[in-house]
């Protein structure tokens, strides 16, 4: 079932509010069902996640799941349940304590009716202190009272967080933008096409991606607007509820989109075309360098091509060369981490006077016996990452799933790779025999 509606059918509200009544007691059931407003892209056509019979209790079918099965449905079974429930009822007491011209404040919270919360309380794994009721002393007004201790505390603004699938998603949902069916493929989208790439399961923009998006922006901005999207996923449901004609919202969509088309075709950047000028000296023939776009970002070419057809990679890329411990094979020099267009290598420090490199080393051993090479990061000619020993051919040992220097718990196995799903990351061991995995 896919679905974020609030709505429950008229037979299965019953069936709850008996069951309510049943195990709490009518003081635990609010005088009318609640009712709670469907967001913009809520999907109406379809009932909210809930059990399928208020008979089948989560102790009565624990036997008969998994144990990732159980947990689930148990949280299915709590929330709905909770959902129709009274609320939760506290006694809230604040008091201003005045000190100068200081006026500082306390307030003490006690629980009266736990209502809701007997069942199902969010964040509850976490309570251990967040539970606890912050009751007041008996104090009385112009009572004078003793400073026991003074802290100070500073807090820095900090910038948002990085997407990550499901933070992405929860955005797109409060901007009203796509359905639950279209998220998947808005996701697989940006990826597919390399708009971003994945690190630690947050995303983050490539090179083409922000050339892509400054294009777009610059020659559509009424389509690049976060409110369009919204606003003709709004359109679309009135079209379906016969409020809006069809051909009346395409004129309104096509008109003005056909005017930025026409001059997008003229006016829009080449971006396979500019050279933009460098500092940078070509080492074969001694031209001048410039910046040119290829297939897997900018890069720096000969302005005499094709007479001079010598070719680099732009240093950096925007980005710092990582540093590492390891030390280069033939010179000595630190060596680092860069992005190439075949993803991550090891390099010398020492370039361009050492050229030494070598695939990007993750540190983490091969697991096959009598082997005693190392896993390495490598790409496909389509430029898919995948991680193989260095041992090869010797060793044709390879995974697609990033490896992670940590010993399962369960197995002992060497190591767990990352998996990164719809709804966030987990770690998984790589022995089939095993099994384990776990959240990130």
């Known amino acids: 079932m896919r679905t974020d509606s609030p709505r429950i059918s008229s ?11 049943g195990r709490f007691g009518e003081t635990f059931l609010p005088a009318k069902p609640n009712a709670y407003r469907s967001g913009k892209s809520a999907q109406e056509a379809h009932e909210a996640i809930r059990p399928t019979s208020m008979d089948l209790e989560p102790d009565k079918v624990k036997d008969y799941l998994e144990k990732d099965q159980w947990v689930l449905y148990k949280l299915i079974w709590d929330r709905f349940v909770a959902s129709q429930m009274s609320s939760a009822l506290f006694h809230q007491t604040t008091v201003e304590i005045k000190a100068d011209d ?22 509850k794994d976490n309570s251990e202190n967040g539970d606890q009721e912050k009751k007041l002393p008996a104090l ?40 639950p069916s279209t998220y998947a493929a808005i996701l697989s989208t940006i990826k597919g096409k390399e708009y971003v ?12 991606g922000l050339v892509v998006n400054d294009l777009l922006v610059v020659s559509f901005p009424d389509i690049l607007d976060i409110e369009f999207t919204a606003q ?35 006016s829009m950047r080449d971006v396979k075309r500019e050279q933009i000028p460098t500092d ?25 091509y094709p007479k001079c057809r010598y070719t680099k990679e732009v240093e950096g890329n925007g980005e710092k060369n990582e540093e590492t411990d390891a030390r280069c094979e033939k010179c000595g020099s630190p060596m680092v981490i860069k992005n190439g267009k075949f993803g991550r290598f090891m390099a010398c420090s020492n370039y361009p006077a050492c050229k030494f490199t070598q695939p990007f080393n993750t540190g983490i051993h091969c697991p096959q016996q009598d082997c005693d090479g190392m896993i390495v990061e490598r790409k496909t000619r389509k430029g898919r990452t995948f991680y193989s020993c260095t041992s090869y051919p010797r060793c044709t040992f390879a995974l697609w799933d990033k490896p992670i220097p940590e010993k399962c718990p369960e197995c002992d196995f060497p190591f767990l790779v990352e998996k990164q799903g719809k709804i966030g990351g987990t770690k998984r061991c790589p022995n089939k025999a095993c099994g384990y995995r776990a959240s990130e």
Request: net charge negative; charged share 30%; with cysteine.
């Open 11 to 21: 037979e299965a509200i019953h069936q709850v509010r008996d069951w309510i009544k």
């Open 102 to 123: 200081a006026t500082f404040t306390a307030a003490g919270t006690v629980l009266i009716f736990p209502g809701f919360m007997s069942l199902y309380m969010e964040g």
């Open 140 to 179: 009385s007004e112009g009572d004078v009272l003793e400073l026991l201790g003074l802290t100070s505390k500073q807090h820095f603004t900090q910038p948002p967080y990085r997407f990550s699938e499901a933070t992405l998603i929860k955005e797109l949902e409060e901007r009203g933008i796509g359905r």
């Open 197 to 208: 790439r994945v690190e630690r399961g947050n995303f983050f923009p490539t090179e083409l």
């Open 232 to 266: 003709m996923e709004e359109n679309l449901d009135k079209i379906e509820d016969g409020e809006k004609g069809c051909i009346e919202t395409l004129k309104e969509f096509y008109i003005p989109f056909q005017k930025d088309l026409e001059m997008a075709k003229t």
């Open 280 to 304: 940078a000296v070509c080492e074969r023939c001694g031209s001048k360098m410039v910046k040119r776009w290829g297939k897997r970002g900018y890069f720096l070419a000969c302005s005499s």
